[in-house]
């Protein structure tokens, strides 16, 4: 038996099943610290917050290869963390916000993620940073290069990390700029472009900013 709770057993082979689906569909993934009764592990002297990732490399680690997989996950039941910045970036909300941008967003193939919190993150394609009215607030988060989302089924002190609508479609990322646009909607604001050019009299055509 090892150190860690034998019960985590079946807990492991899942995390292990959605890590090597996360990765087949090209999604960097990488183990991270794991709640272990009291207090995550992992990791020798593990962070008193986490999920962090348990690489000594972090998030450069990455990897979406299955035998590197299936090598993290062989022992311990890791959380699953999805790297962010090279291959997908991630927009992270409020559970009502998260709603509503579903609804405004009904052909996105992607999976959108929730955590036992409430917050909800959409998967969007990598490299743009968020746009001034969205990056003044305190309820929007952008995840980028260098850093990680916490994926399902990871488990939580509070609950699980799930999938609002798994296994749907191809998973093909939304473009950043469609996503932050239609959030923008949802939370009553118009993009500063639009405004400008329309103070201007003139038209705005669709340029990313």
């Not at 450069?60 to 910045?85: I, M, Q």
């Amino acid at each position: 038996m090892s150190w860690w709770d034998g019960y985590r057993t079946s807990d492991r082979a899942g995390l292990l099943t959605g890590a090597l689906e996360l990765a087949d569909r090209g999604w960097p993934v990488m183990p991270g610290t794991f709640w272990q009764t009291d207090r995550w592990v992992g990791v020798s002297d593990a962070p008193r917050s986490g999920p962090v990732p348990a690489l000594t490399l972090g998030a450069v680690g990455a990897s979406c290869d299955p035998r590197t997989v299936r090598g993290w996950w062989s022992e311990l039941p890791y959380s699953v963390l999805v790297a962010t910045g090279s291959v997908l970036d991630v927009i992270e909300v409020s559970p009502l916000v998260g709603r509503r941008l579903c609804e405004r967003l009904p052909d996105v193939s992607a999976p959108v993620g929730t955590s036992p919190t409430g917050r909800w993150w959409f998967a969007v394609g990598p490299g743009e940073a968020l746009r001034p009215e969205l990056a003044s607030r305190g309820d929007v988060t952008l995840y980028g290069r260098g850093s990680w989302v916490v994926a399902p089924p990871t488990d939580l002190p509070e609950g699980s990390v799930r999938w609002r609508n798994p296994a749907i479609g191809d998973w093909t990322l939304p473009d950043t700029y469609d996503v932050q646009v239609a959030l923008l909607d949802v939370l009553g604001q118009r993009p500063m472009l639009a405004c400008a050019a329309a103070a201007a009299g003139t038209v705005a055509t669709g340029v990313h900013s």
